[in-house]
């Protein structure tokens, strides 16, 4: 088979997380190494607004030691988006310049690193392309600290976010147990429909420091139980952790978040939450008398790049490299996906998800990973989120400060 | 000189840093290393209270690897208070209380941990000891995250939340910095009086992803300039980090979190703070119109040791080890401080402050460290407190989550 010839895009979409940069180096570094197949390879400003509006940067000219830096910067160094594109039968003049800027560029290869609605857009995109015989590889690279991608085990960025909240957690228990004064604390993880990190919150207590209630949008939220709960734990402990997601909804399917004013709505629908911890935190000082703290990990949790998983960020990376070896051998229309054996030591495998099985689908918490009493995680979700925050951060410090990745972004011409 | 042979007792008092325990592991191998001066060594149950109710551990049992682990473990490992002595000219009976404590354990080395507060205690134990010629070596070890002592050039936990605070900003600017829609962030530090926490948020400026604007409690604040201010580089720049101090104060003294209900007094009198951040957030999303996330730090910037300075902690067991070398030398009555030479590069050197100099004091941000405008801090500042956040923490890690110590915490029979 002749391998197609031609240059390669890549670009980053939805909220960033603190390996969403490793997956871009691998992406970069493995193109790089085939200048025979892929002369050149892009960046896009703004994810897929960077495409629309012709806003690219040629990553050719970029330092290679850069690149390597970008496994321990956080964020989208290319800049990211939330720009949602029409549905191609209803209005396809999106569509049409996008395939303008491919044509225009001698684009092959195109790579978009996101989430569900990411993971829609290049879905959209590889079907547009694949009706009007522009012959492209279109490659999903799977990112999200929300971990709620369909048919992959975990996601990039999970790792490193569950890793942050749950050594964070196990720091405060120990400032929260220095006092010999009862208290409450607390803590609001992401996830707007998805538990995943509310939960990670749990691995804090397998070194014995965890939170004590652990609440995820999975379970319908009964506040009532939940100071039932708090005031019990309080009573044998003198010191209660808490946990939630964000999204938490009560049993009439209302947001708790939602008692707050500043609600908006982003271009997807979704509702824009936080919160939670502080309402929560009045609530339980108004019922329990005690003093309380109400502490969201807001935006640290998904930057928190100094505190990444070594894990999450090798296969960041190996999810970059391998979606761009296996588009050289064919693929496309897929998602790079992670699998792992059933049985024995962890090790992660990279599948080929088809995008249309992607998009759009949420992957929540098992109900039998939730335990009865819908206040914490089991055993199983300890041994599935366990190895995903194994490893040290691969940063360098200069000043005490992390060397974060400078690039060039010199536009295309 | 003999040397006065007798037991050691050591406490933590006050709000509790990462790097309390590097302190206490000084204080703890130090000590066992004389067992021909200080046959036994002893630690108190939460502070000063532990005294009082003879509840006392027996540090001499535990692990020597244990007591090593301690400088990777944040928060007061022994336990903290924030119990206030009396005047012992208007009542005496608590240091009746200490005094029949110390003469039942033969302590003749009394250390205590903590801030002005427990430089406070420090001093009047020290007093009384010597009024009623009980011949015992009375030691204050700093400790603060708000870098407030007196007479020291700094306090061991100021580097290691500076180094948090920094980091983590650097971090959320990457995020910030990812869209390209407008927004204002606004992070607020721990400092009630004293703005070394927000300042040193400015370190993060030396990579060039720090704060833009910066207020500290030294200047008074006024919205409106700081609306304008906001205006301004949202103009410019399309982001604004916005670094504050908890304790902020208008023109005519009302701390700006005081229009909160939840404001409560802890038992020296100052006043519980919070949510300024959460406060400005609402202020600048209804004036700026404009997308506000304020991210306030909260407990998370006193315990994380995982992102300690190397420095802080070194010098933290070195305030430790080298009071009670001191002690056993004869120095009484005096807190262990910092002093580094006027020029060339940064070296900490021991001093001996006098305790009632320390006592009740609180050392403030120089008023020319800080901008004309009072909106950040000058290079003056920077060069401060850049060398302080040096250097990696000393952890190390199982299941990707910190080992940290574990005391048998045995009491004193």
Not at 65 to 75: A, K, N, R, W
Not at 79 to 87: F, N, P, S, V
Not at 179 to 188: A, G, L, Q, R
Not at 254 to 276: I, N, P, R, W
Request: a negative charge; one cysteine or more; proline letters at 4%.
């Amino acid at each position: 088979m002749t391998k197609l010839k031609g240059n390669l895009i890549f670009g980053q979409s939805g909220g960033p997380t603190s390996v969403i940069n490793s997956s871009a180096a691998g992406v970069f570094l493995e193109a790089l190494e085939h200048p025979d197949i892929i002369p050149r390879v892009f960046g896009m400003h703004h994810g897929i607004e960077g495409v629309l509006n012709d806003d690219l940067f040629d990553i050719s000219q970029e330092d290679r030691q850069e690149l390597e830096y970008l496994c321990g910067t956080p964020s989208s160094i290319l800049g990211t988006c939330r720009y949602k594109l029409a549905d191609p039968d209803v209005d396809d003049s999106d569509y049409q310049k996008i395939l303008a800027i491919l044509r225009k560029y001698d684009i092959r290869y195109f790579f978009y690193n996101g989430g569900n609605d990411s993971m829609d857009t290049c879905s959209k995109v590889s079907r547009y392309l694949r009706k009007n015989d522009y012959d492209c590889r279109v490659i999903g690279i799977p990112k999200t600290i929300d971990n709620d991608l369909f048919g992959t085990d975990h996601c990039p960025g999970f790792g490193s976010a569950a890793r942050y909240i749950a050594t964070s957690i196990a720091e405060v228990w120990h400032d929260t147990h220095s006092y010999n004064t009862p208290m409450v604390v607390i803590f609001e993880c992401m996830g707007r429909h998805a538990g995943w990190l509310a939960g990670a919150s749990a691995l804090a207590g397998v070194i014995g420091h965890g939170p004590d209630l652990v609440y995820l949008p999975e379970v319908p939220f009964d506040q009532n139980k939940m100071l039932e709960d708090a005031r019990r734990v309080l009573k044998e402990k003198n010191v209660v952790l808490i946990s939630v997601s964000e999204g938490i909804m009560n049993r009439d399917g209302q947001l708790v978040a939602e008692q707050l004013s500043t609600l908006a709505t982003d271009a997807f629908g979704h509702k824009q939450l936080g919160g939670t911890a502080a309402l929560l935190a009045d609530l339980v000082a108004e019922e329990l008398d005690v003093k309380v703290r109400g502490i969201e990990f807001s935006l640290l949790q998904r930057a928190a790049a100094h505190c990444a998983s070594g894990v999450d960020i090798e296969e960041a990376v190996l999810a970059g490299r391998t979606g761009v070896r296996a588009a050289i051998d064919g693929a496309s229309g897929v998602m790079m996906g992670y699998a792992r054996p059933d049985q024995g030591p962890y090790r992660c495998d990279i599948i080929h998800i088809p995008l249309e099985e992607v998009a759009n689908r949420e992957k929540r918490v098992p109900l039998d990973w939730i335990n009865a009493e819908g206040n914490g995680v089991t055993a199983d979700f300890i041994d599935y989120a366990l190895p995903l925050i194994e490893g040290e951060p691969h940063q360098i410090h200069e000043n005490g400060l992390p060397r974060f990745a400078h690039l060039k972004k010199i536009a295309v011409r």
